[in-house]
């Protein structure tokens, strides 16, 4: 790389990654998505990179560990803010890891203040007086209290966060951010005066997300969703462009693999399988009992392949979900899954699939670390959140990483029709 890069992103999951790179490209700025912290220098200039981790649900002081390497490599690379991106839905756990990686990156970089900004409005999430909706619910209402690994239970950020930080946890309300980004800059004096060192931020609207972008400008380190992203690159003097996300035209074979058990999903699967295409669902209880439960769905799928895409899933509702965790184990049948998940994705590539979806986004860590990609082109959006991306090789692949939540129902067949 000949040019310095202008922001520098940690995501903490892959799908989240993606959406992240996608809101940067499509405000302008040139992305490359690194998989783990580049072991060289990348070869193109481009304006930010995004990091991606999977260290969402990993022990917090692996997570911390590895979000400092991130920040090491991208601060080497002349990154002039670091952007942490987690969850829209703020995923987490009482342990962490927002609060731990963000007070480490906030040390490591010597800075006092920072703020918390999940809001992602073009996804129906919002945030009002510090409380946390997915469309028309509070967080804790919307599915996610359910979610396998990082039930969310509270829908007030500030009660979340708290207990994750030494740091006071304080609160830019919409009020201020309705006046504008000195009213925004005010408030950021006066919290830290007050000695407060994370400020979750309310915004209802892409407008609240574009009049924060200048009032976060000396920020050296900002943390949120992807919504966040909108008002950044114009701080940098870069305009949206319509030429940012050309990828190389699509080739091979088409497949669906899924580990989210999001209540959208759910409904992607459902539709998927309405639209009478081939779907082949797993059952997690199999794999623990060491059936080859991977090798069976590759037989399955292959004699299919050439017919159009096929969906392979072990997406499930909460109930189902709660019965086999509580046989496994919440974590052993999570890994389990994803690395059955994984083994089918590799298999699916190696039988000719150039064009792959996968829904969920520890399950997508689990597939691109498995596939052995290091980097990825972003390309069109597909949905908010959801573009596609590209990873070079022999032959190239086309992926789309799915959060969960994300998509509308019938994503699984739109996807191939963006590409087409
Ligand atoms: N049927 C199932 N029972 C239990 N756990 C499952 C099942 N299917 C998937 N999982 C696990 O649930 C987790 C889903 O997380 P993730 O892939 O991040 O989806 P999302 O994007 O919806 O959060 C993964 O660890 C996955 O392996
Ligand atoms: O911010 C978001 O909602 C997404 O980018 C994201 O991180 C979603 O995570 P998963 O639902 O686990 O894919």
């Excluded at 997570?63 to 080497?76: G, Y």
């Excluded at 997690?284 to 090798?295: C, L, M, S």
Aim: net charge negative.
């Amino acid at each position: 790389m000949t040019q310095k890069l202008l922001l520098g992103a940690i995501a903490d999951d892959f799908t989240g990654a993606t959406d992240l790179a996608n809101n940067l490209v499509r405000a302008g700025m040139r992305v490359v998505q690194t998989i783990g912290v580049p072991s060289q220098p990348l070869a193109a200039d481009v304006d930010a990179v995004v990091v991606a981790l999977k260290s969402r649900t990993a022990p917090v002081a692996e997570a911390v560990a590895e979000s400092l390497q991130a920040l090491h490599w991208l601060r080497a690379a002349g990154a002039r803010q670091i952007y942490f991106k987690y969850c829209s839905t703020f995923d987490s756990t009482p342990e962490g890891n927002i609060g731990p990686v963000t007070d480490a990156l906030m040390q490591a970089l010597g800075t006092s203040f920072t703020v918390a900004t999940p809001a992602f409005p073009d996804n129906q999430r919002t945030v009002f007086k510090g409380y946390l909706f997915v469309g028309d619910v509070l967080l804790n209402e919307s599915g996610m209290q359910n979610h396998p690994l990082t039930p969310m239970a509270d829908p007030n950020l500030l009660r979340v966060l708290q207990p994750q930080t030494a740091r006071r946890v304080g609160l830019i309300d919409h009020r201020t951010v309705g006046a504008g980004a000195e009213a925004i800059a005010a408030r950021v004096a006066d919290l830290q005066a007050e000695g407060v060192g994370i400020a979750i931020v309310d915004a209802v609207s892409n407008e609240d997300l574009l009049r924060m972008g200048p009032a976060f400008a000396g920020l050296p380190l900002v943390t949120g969703g992807s919504g966040l992203a909108i008002g950044l690159p114009q701080n940098f003097g870069i305009q949206a462009s319509p030429q940012a996300g050309t990828l190389p035209p699509a080739q091979g074979l088409r497949a669906v693999v899924s580990g989210s058990c999001s209540r959208m999903t759910n409904a992607q699967v459902a539709h998927f399988i309405a639209g009478g295409r081939p779907a082949l669902a797993l059952d997690p209880v199999r794999i623990a009992a060491g059936e080859d439960v991977a090798a069976q769905a590759l037989a399955w799928a292959e004699p299919l392949l050439a017919d159009g895409p096929v969906l392979i899933y072990s997406t499930a509702d909460a109930g189902a979900v709660k019965g086999v965790q509580e046989q496994l184990g919440v974590e052993a049948a999570g890994a389990m899954v994803e690395r059955t998940i994984a083994r089918i994705a590799c298999g699916l590539v190696e039988r000719g699939v150039q064009q792959l979806v996968v829904a969920g986004g520890e399950t997508s860590g689990a597939c691109v670390q498995a596939l052995g990609i290091a980097q990825l082109q972003i390309g069109a959006q597909i949905d908010p959140g959801v573009p596609w991306c590209h990873a070079p090789g022999t032959p190239g692949l086309h992926l789309a990483l799915k959060s969960g939540n994300f998509g509308s129902e019938d994503f699984f067949s739109k996807a191939f029709g963006v590409l087409a």
